[in-house]
C-alpha cells in the first residue's frame, strides 16, 4: 500500500481512501494500517476501508495483526480482520505492553500474563515475569519459586527455586542456580544437579544466558 505525505499529513491514494488525509498512518508486518484522525486511532485494510473505526484513545501494534489499545477506561486487545476488527479482549484494569509482554494487574498485583488474543496464564501470587525469547516467559511467584511458561501453557512448572529457565529439549531444561547450571524436568525437579559452568549445547544459550545474568549485576 502506497502512503504518500504531504507536511504534517498522510495520504494513501492508490485506495478507497483516495485524497482524504490523516494525520498518521503507520504500517508494521500486519495487513492493516494503524490510521490516526482528530476523533481517535483506527484501522485500515488494504482497499482503504476503516475496519476499525477512528475513536480508539490509545493505539499501538503488538504482533501480528494484533493490536493492544485504550478507550473508556478499558484496556483492549485488538484483532484485525478484513471486514470488521474484533475485540479479543477488554479490561478495566491496567494491562500494561512492554517488549511484547502483556501483563494484567488487578488491584495493582500481578495477576495475569496475556497473549494477543486474550489470557495465557492466570494464577495468584506471581511476582516477576522475564521474556526470555519468543512466546517463552520465565515466571517468578512470592516464594521464590520459578516456572517456564510457552504459548501452551506451562513448560516447566515453577516447584523450585530457580534462577532462571532456558528452553529445551527431550524434556531437558537448563536451568540456573547460584551461578551453576544443570538440567530439570517439566516439573521442576532436578535431572542433572547444577555442577556446570558452562555448556555449549542448545546454540550457545547457556553463554547468552551467563551474559544476561552478568548484566543484572
Do not use: C
Not at 494487574?105 to 525469547?133: F, P, Q, S
Amino acid at each position: 500500500m502506497l502512503i504518500t505525505q504531504i507536511g504534517d499529513e498522510y495520504f494513501i491514494p492508490l485506495s478507497n481512501a483516495g485524497q482524504k488525509s490523516f494525520q498518521l498512518l503507520e504500517e508494521s508486518e500486519g495487513d492493516f494500517l494503524l490510521a490516526k484522525e482528530d476523533t481517535g486511532y483506527g484501522l485500515i485494510n488494504r482497499e482503504g476501508d476503516y475496519v476499525l473505526d477512528p475513536v480508539i484513545d490509545e493505539l499501538k501494534h503488538n504482533k501480528g495483526n494484533f493490536y493492544f489499545g485504550f478507550e473508556d477506561n478499558q484496556f483492549l486487545l485488538i484483532e484485525g480482520n478484513e471486514l470488521k476488527a474484533n475485540v479479543r479482549y477488554n479490561s478495566y484494569h491496567r494491562i500494561t505492553l512492554e517488549d511484547g509482554l502483556m501483563l494484567e494487574y488487578i488491584h495493582g498485583k500481578l495477576r495475569r500474563v496475556m497473549k494477543e488474543g486474550g489470557i495465557l496464564l492466570d494464577a495468584v501470587g506471581m511476582e516477576e515475569v522475564t521474556r526470555i525469547g519468543e512466546d517463552l516467559y520465565n515466571i517468578r511467584f512470592r516464594d521464590g519459586n520459578l516456572g517456564l511458561l510457552g504459548k501452551g501453557g506451562w513448560l516447566v512448572r515453577p516447584n523450585a527455586p530457580l534462577e532462571k529457565i532456558l528452553m529445551g529439549s527431550n524434556g531437558l531444561f537448563p536451568a540456573l542456580k547460584e551461578g551453576s547450571v544443570g538440567f530439570v524436568n517439566s516439573m521442576g525437579e532436578w535431572v542433572i544437579q547444577p555442577q556446570y559452568e558452562d555448556l555449549t549445547l542448545f546454540q550457545n544459550l547457556w553463554q547468552d544466558l551467563k551474559r544476561r545474568k552478568m548484566g543484572d549485576h
